[in-house]
């Protein structure tokens, strides 16, 4: 792949947070139809963009319904609870509790 690594500093401005969420939009509508055929590993969770960013990021990614936003994340991670895999339900706990604690917040940026 051609381009430099993104490293310290990388840049950090309001407008890479929203072509970010238009990268993430790219990715989602190429993915769009992909069936799981199982043996994929989730990944770790990772530090959460700052709420102030939550809103440009949901923009890039052009978002326009964003009402019902932190409760469609619970019921995604609300399904992981059942799936079998005890380190993804524990994962998902996780992630609804934190959800649970900053949902005001989220709401409020989005």
């Avoid at 790219?26 to 963009?49: K, N």
């Avoid at 079998?84 to 339900?89: C, S």
């Amino acid at each position: 792949m051609e381009g430099e690594a993104a490293l310290a500093p990388a840049p950090n401005g309001d407008e890479v947070v929203e072509e970010l969420g238009q990268l993430m939009r790219r990715m989602h509508d190429a993915q769009a139809g992909f069936a799981d055929p199982g043996g994929w590993v989730e990944s770790e969770p990772g530090s959460i963009i700052c709420f102030q960013r939550l809103r440009l990021l949901c923009d890039g990614y052009g978002l326009d319904e964003r009402r019902d936003l932190v409760e469609r994340f619970m019921s995604l991670r609300s399904a992981q609870l059942h799936d079998g895999d005890a380190q993804r339900a524990r994962r998902a706990r996780d992630g609804i509790r934190w959800l649970e604690q900053h949902r005001e917040e989220l709401e409020a940026w989005l």
